[in-house]
């Protein structure tokens, strides 16, 4: 199981980036996706997350109305379209794969997820 992130990098408050997760050595359809991120000397946060069907998803209060997940399975990635990005969004962001029996919902639990990128950095300056 694999999973890479891209696209993040730094952008002014205001601005827009997409990160993108692609997974590979797995089906990709049976797993719920998610995004975290980390900034330094934080934990880790949940960002997003879509069920296997993207039939559901779910965001943290921080992000909601301004980020949007997505999947495309036919792709095999996921996808992370951030607005407005505030300099408090600055982190590390990883994607992780839930292939549990919670899989069929939009999971914000760290816990439920099984594999994880190794990250991408965002970078918002005021």
């Known amino acids: 199981v694999q999973l890479v992130e891209s696209g993040g990098g730094l952008v002014q408050a205001g601005g827009s980036l997409r990160l993108s997760c692609a997974a590979s050595?797995?089906?990709?359809?049976?797993?719920?996706m998610g995004w975290f991120r980390q900034s330094p000397g934080k934990e880790r946060d949940f960002v997003a997350a879509?069920?296997?069907?993207?039939?559901?998803?779910y965001y943290a209060d921080a992000v909601k109305g301004r980020f949007t997940i997505s999947r495309d399975n036919a792709k095999n990635t996921v996808y992370l379209q951030m607005n407005s990005l505030k300099p408090e969004d600055t982190a590390d962001h990883y994607c992780?794969?839930?292939?549990?029996?919670?899989?069929?919902?939009?999971?914000?639990?760290?816990?439920?997820?099984?594999?994880w990128g190794q990250g991408t950095q965002v970078t918002v300056s005021s």
């Open positions: 879509i069920s296997r069907s993207a039939g559901t998803t």
């Open positions: 050595g797995f089906i990709f359809s049976v797993a719920a």
């Open positions: 992780a794969a839930n292939f549990g029996a919670r899989a069929d919902y939009a999971s914000g639990l760290q816990t439920d997820y099984d594999y």
